[in-house]
């Protein structure tokens, strides 16, 4: 039993709990259990069906509740006499400032993305206030501690940059499965059924009206009189056979692909009747939007079986057929949702028959559900643990009991009987552009790209900045915020349309911008570079962002670093990550395996969805200890005596 002594430092400790999904529900209750007192707990998301399989505080009469509102009344029912305070709202709203965060003694991060995670770094530095940063995803997991001068920061090793795709390659020639999952979900279900008057890169114009009067129309639009089966066998035609035979008409494009197969519903379909089973009378009975399903009306039955080409095309009319009978009135205002059934029908079975036109294996609803909603399957225990070890971390904090803190790593497979891997924390590294305030280099095109390409690509999506300012020199270029004068926010809109060579003050080669957040109270400068031309596929941001050069290097017997889009491994596990811009991610787990012997060094892991983002520490261990096949799986923790052959260098 700990002394009072030695429990003061918890008891008097104020706490923020940043996220209350599936590591944050955990967290809360081993909090609550450990003494803790004072919590505050920030989310903005309500409870989902989905959630109710690990995030154990809730319940099915919680669905559509405030997770931070509802986490804390299920914790005050067995630790009434403790103060918890929910916060249902983004950690990145303007009344969490740095002002906000200084009124803690430490926090605590259970987020699933990269965004927020970066937001509360800056302001835990601004605030100087202690940081245990966290991430599940599987059976892998991890919790690492961030202090100000003491331990790296959350950013001082850059996350891999993701293989990016253009839309070119959606929209013409995919060649993988969650390809035709972006093109069915973020071009044609928009398309059909969300805001007409977004920028869509399908093909709308109809074979019909090419040469015609009408060579404006788009397809997409419903004609007068045209019954709702016809109009989806147009749809269909239309996406899956015209669309096909346009793109094969540029021989170019297939002199080293694969030719795609236009596929027409007459020549699926046949003459065969189209409702298998006439079940959508007993469907139409119902007023439940939610329960509309076309698996139903059809007979499937089973969400893993891989339907046949007929089966898909089958469910693709049905499912549009029914948007359009059941759910008129949310036609035109719908955005993809992995928990709306029909939806994720309409979107497996529009996937299928475009994987089937390209070559490209099919895949069930269940594998096709996962990859659209960017599902990372988690598992409750992972979750447990890693709550367990930010306590642990946290407590340490407290004590002020620096020498002790560590970064641990949660193993899917037992390395010399271990399955949780501590590791000494790292120094700052001296060139991170965070915390060192390094300056950052930018390759970019200033005849040609405007303010508002910088802006978007790289000041808010590259470095994570929610009110960024950004000046050349003395000249003040952009501003955001709610007090600026009307004429001042004219100017600034003004200057987002211009070139950066034609600003009132020209940004060219060799300017130097200092570009500042002032909510999280960080700035940085970057190097502008002017380059002319850019490599389509491989750099279709059109402007490359460097300067991340690392402090360690293998040679010194410390970490080395991992390059954009550079692989340390043999072996990964990918996760899918959907962009708002024309682009996926696909973000590549990599687990480093060092020889015996060898000077140490860890790889970088970038997950996001509940993810691992920072090291992985199998590569601690010796290659022979990783072998899977000794039979013993005994889970065993190493103490710090152990850990003295493999110490890092320790912190001054």
């Not at 996220?19 to 989310?43: M, R, V």
């Not at 940063?133 to 501690?145: A, I, K, N, R, Y």
């Not at 971390?393 to 949660?410: P, Q």
């Not at 996760?575 to 970088?604: C, M, W, Y």
Request: proline share 4%.
């Amino acid at each position: 039993m700990a002394s009072d002594q030695e429990l003061e430092p918890i008891k008097n400790a104020k706490v923020l709990m940043v996220g209350a999904g599936g590591i944050g529900c955990e967290l809360l209750k081993t909090l609550a259990l450990s003494g803790f007192t004072d919590i505050h707990i920030i989310d903005m998301d309500t409870i989902e069906v989905s959630n109710l399989n690990r995030q154990f505080l809730f319940r099915q009469s919680h669905v559509g509740q405030s997770k931070a509102k509802v986490a804390r009344d299920a914790v005050l029912r067995f630790r009434p006499q403790i103060n918890i305070t929910p916060y249902h709202a983004n950690v990145k709203d303007p009344e969490f400032n740095v002002d906000f965060f200084k009124q803690f003694n430490v926090v605590l991060n259970g987020l699933d993305n990269l965004d927020a995670r970066r937001h509360v770094n800056r302001l835990c530095l601004a605030a100087d206030v202690p940081l245990v940063e966290s991430g599940t995803t599987g059976f892998l997991g991890q919790v690492t501690v961030h202090i100000k001068g003491q331990t790296e920061c959350y950013e001082c090793q850059p996350k891999p940059a993701p293989k990016t795709y253009p839309v070119c390659t959606i929209t013409s020639t995919p060649s993988k499965f969650v390809h035709c999952i972006v093109w069915a979900k973020d071009l044609l279900f928009a398309k059909l059924f969300g805001d007409k008057n977004q920028d869509n890169d399908l093909n709308v114009r109809s074979s019909d009206s090419a040469n015609s009067s009408e060579s404006a129309e788009d397809v997409f639009e419903r004609r007068k009189d045209e019954d709702i089966e016809q109009y989806g066998q147009r749809i269909y035609d239309h996406v899956f056979g015209y669309n096909i035979e346009v793109a094969l008409g540029n021989e170019e494009t297939w002199k080293s692909r694969n030719r795609p197969k236009p596929i027409y519903s007459r020549d699926i379909l046949l003459d065969k009747p189209f409702h298998q089973n006439g079940n959508l009378n007993k469907d139409s009975e119902t007023d439940d939007a939610s329960s509309v399903s076309a698996m139903v009306c059809l007979g499937l039955k089973n969400p893993q079986d891989i339907w046949s080409l007929v089966e898909n095309s089958r469910v693709f009319l049905e499912s549009l057929k029914l948007f359009f009978t059941k759910r008129a009135k949310d036609v035109g205002n719908l955005i993809f949702d992995k928990d709306d059934q029909l939806a994720v029908e309409f979107v497996t079975a529009a996937a299928n028959i475009r994987a089937s036109s390209f070559g490209i294996p099919m895949h069930s609803l269940f594998e096709a559900k996962g990859i659209a909603g960017n599902i990372v399957h988690a598992v409750a225990t992972t979750n447990a643990i890693i709550a367990g070890l930010i306590v642990i971390e946290a407590i340490k904090v407290l004590r002020n009991e620096r020498n002790k803190l560590r970064m641990t790593y949660c193993l899917e497979h037992p390395s010399r009987k271990m399955l949780l891997m501590p590791v000494e924390p790292f120094e700052p590294n001296k060139s991170c552009y965070v915390c060192s305030e390094t300056p950052l280099s930018l390759e970019i095109n200033t005849s040609c790209s405007k303010l508002r390409d910088f802006v978007e690509k790289i000041v808010r999506n590259k470095l994570g900045m929610n009110f960024p300012l950004i000046m050349h020199g003395s000249a003040l270029l952009y501003e955001v915020g709610d007090d600026l004068e009307d004429d001042m926010v004219a100017n600034y809109a003004a200057n987002l349309e211009k070139v950066l060579a034609e600003l009132p003050s020209p940004v060219t080669g060799g300017t130097m911008l200092t570009v500042e957040d002032l909510q999280q109270e960080f700035t940085c400068c970057i190097n502008i570079m002017h380059r002319e031309e850019f490599d389509e596929e491989k750099e279709p941001d059109g402007m490359v962002l460097s300067g991340w050069i690392q402090a360690r290097t293998a040679e010194n017997g410390e970490r080395s670093a991992v390059t954009n889009g550079e692989s340390t491994s043999k072996s990964s596990n990918t996760a899918v990550l959907e962009e708002e811009n024309d682009e996926i991610e696909i973000i590549t787990t990599e687990v480093s395996v060092i020889p015996s012997g060898a000077k140490r060094k860890l790889a970088e892991i970038s997950v996001d969805s509940n993810s691992v983002n920072s090291l992985a520490a199998s590569d601690l261990v010796s290659k022979k200890s990783l072998d899977h096949g000794d039979g013993n799986n005994a889970v065993v923790m190493i103490d710090d005596e152990e850990l003295e052959g493999i110490k890092k260098k320790r912190l001054r």
